[in-house]
């Protein structure tokens, strides 16, 4: 570790910090219907999507009406996807003429990248064309990240409205969501990366010879756009295989700055809209800290574990910093901020491979997901999972004094405490029930590629990647088989839409009850005291869920390897 790598994450989080504010408080006049300086240029092309698709601007929706709109959304989306796939063949805008994708994998695919997952059991250059590419998948990372945000923000009304029945309208709420922020941004960002070097092109693969004569193909595409909405997203997936690992995807040390600041920025200025549509922003900036504490936390070990490296290399008169797996251009820093930012944000999204790092930098990339993807986490589904613990943290406190406990003026009762735990169960259910089958079947252990701890270790990271809505993986492991591909579909829509539902039903609750008025009992829930419970409540549910199967496989790594024991 040096002075220089800390700088650099003090610049990354110094720039996060200061855009939290004009983004967040941005997003708050999108979604409480209020003119932005963009109204003149996309409140037209707004309205007139409306009447295209029939829907009343004005009339809003009960949570039940609401959720379901958006289940029948997403399920339309994963149909269209999957067939996409299975024609591509068919289909034009595809020059390299790639055939159908096998059913199997476009089931996962579609799941995937409708559950705002993109995990990939392909690779992108080899796998899928063009059209398949733009249509199918970047649509999907549009859309997807807009319904976790308008999930969010329905959330959020329910908690600022008092005595009311709706929660607003799912369509308004996504249009908004894709033509006032994602649209934006991503035509910004999509500039940024082709002026550092990202091609955006409709070109054939281009044959190039290398310097010693051996032929090479050079792949192309419309990467730029895709890269640009799959970090604004938190969709991760990658257009080429090697994600952003790739000089293609992230040619420069200052993509790389733009890519990782794009992959929180929406998460972390949601806070901001939060405490700005409750009108308090004093309870967003209690959020931030609380994700901010964890997550500096997780970058701070997970930068010591691969700065101190493999201690036998040491032994060996080598430099034991580990540097397998990772880009030279960017570095240990910039690959463990990556790691952690990208497992912390749900993201899923690349620039050095997670099975290469250290027993302890891959276990802290594991315990961000297994957390439930609430330190920042997806846009939108970040911000309502770490909702879904602060009313656990609320009843915690309310059980210590012995009174019913509040959130902005709400009565947190026996419905939303056991709705809430219900979606935080989720994640172990999925995670542990798969691994349970897979550690010991032929048909998913074969799928390995190390042996002892790690092994299991690629499992788990499979599973919890999917559960979590993560997409990234442990690359040495073979996920393209009919078990993982099926499982780990199953995995996706357990793990978005289990949660979902009761977060929802938790809002249909709350938007009916009154906001009572602070008293001398009411606990502060703006004070480091409300930020450290919460953070306790999230590390202790985490840690007595997870240990056990963390035990077996990177703690028992990281004393194997202080051993001198290799797999």
């Known amino acids: 570790m040096t002075i220089n790598g800390w700088t650099q994450i003090a610049i990354y989080f110094g720039l996060l910090t200061a855009l939290v504010v004009p983004l967040g408080r941005y997003m708050a006049r999108v979604f409480d219907g209020e003119r932005t300086f963009l109204s003149p240029a996309l409140r037209p092309v ?20 609401y959720t379901i709109a958006m289940l029948l959304f997403n399920a339309a989306g994963f ?4 067939a996409l796939l299975r024609l591509q063949g068919w289909l034009p805008l595809n020059p390299q003429g790639m055939s159908a994708v096998p059913a199997d994998l476009a089931f996962n695919t579609a799941v995937s990248f409708t559950t705002n997952t993109n995990w990939q059991n392909y690779g992108g250059e080899s796998t899928l064309g063009y059209l398949s590419q733009m249509l199918g998948l970047t649509t999907q990372n549009f859309v997807s990240a807009a319904t976790g945000v308008a999930l969010v ?26 033509l006032y922020v994602l649209l934006p941004l991503s035509a910004i960002s999509a500039l940024v990366l082709v002026w550092q070097g990202v091609p955006q092109n409709l070109s054939p693969y281009v044959d190039a010879t290398t310097l010693e004569g051996a032929k090479q193909v050079i792949s192309q595409g419309p990467a730029a756009s895709q890269v640009a909405i799959k970090q604004l997203g938190t969709n991760g997936g990658g257009f080429w295989n090697a994600n952003g690992a790739s000089p293609y995807e992230n040619p420069t040390p200052l993509s790389n700055l733009f890519e990782m600041l794009f992959i929180l920025l929406i998460p972390a200025a949601l806070t901001h809209t939060f405490g700005r549509m409750v009108r308090d922003e004093r ?18 070990i997970t930068y010591w574990a691969e700065a101190a490296g493999n201690t036998q290399f040491a032994q060996l008169g080598l430099h034991p910093a580990n540097m397998e797996g990772k880009e030279v251009r960017f570095g240990i820093v910039n690959s463990s901020l990556w ?10 999204s690349v620039n050095a491979m997670h099975d290469s790092f250290t027993p302890v930098g891959g276990m802290m990339l594991i315990i961000l997901m297994q957390l439930g993807e609430i330190i920042f986490g997806g846009v939108g589904s970040g911000l309502y999972g770490m909702l879904l613990f602060v009313i656990v943290a609320m009843f915690v406190a309310g059980l210590m004094v012995g009174r019913t406990p509040e959130y ?15 979606a935080i169960l989720v994640l172990p259910l999925s995670i542990l029930g798969f691994m349970a089958v897979a550690t010991v079947t032929s048909f998913g252990l074969s799928s390995v590629q190390d042996a002892g701890p790690h092994g299991f270790s690629e499992i788990m ?40 539902i009761p977060a929802m039903a938790i809002a249909g609750s709350l938007v009916t009850k009154k906001i009572v008025p602070a008293s001398a009992g009411t606990f502060p829930t703006h004070s480091a005291l409300f930020v450290g419970l919460l953070v306790g409540v999230i590390l202790i549910i985490g840690g007595l869920t997870f240990f056990p199967a963390l035990a077996l496989g990177p703690i028992a790594e990281h004393f194997a390897m202080r051993a001198m024991m290799l797999f």
């Open 46 to 65: 707004e309205t007139w999507l409306y009447r295209a698709a029939g829907v009343a601007e004005t009339r809003e929706q009960h949570w039940t009406t």
């Open 408 to 422: 902005l003026g709400k009565k947190i009762e026996a419905k939303e405490v056991k709705m809430a735990m219900l």
């Open 283 to 300: 309870q967003g900036w209690a959020l931030y800290a609380a994700m901010s504490i964890v997550f500096l936390a997780s970058v701070a």
């Open 153 to 178: 923000i329905a959330l959020v009304r329910a908690f600022a409205r008092a005595s009311a029945n709706t929660i607003g309208n799912f369509w308004v709420d996504m249009t908004r969501c894709t």
């Open 461 to 500: 990271y499979l599973y919890t990647s999917s559960t979590g809505n993560n997409g990234s993986a442990f690359a040495g492991f073979t996920g393209n088989t009919l078990w993982y591909n099926v499982t780990g579909g199953l995995a996706m829509l357990i793990g978005r839409y289990f949660v979902i």
């Open 79 to 82: 149909v269209l996807l999957f």
């Open 339 to 348: 790691a952690v930012a990208t497992t912390a944000a749900s993201n899923g």
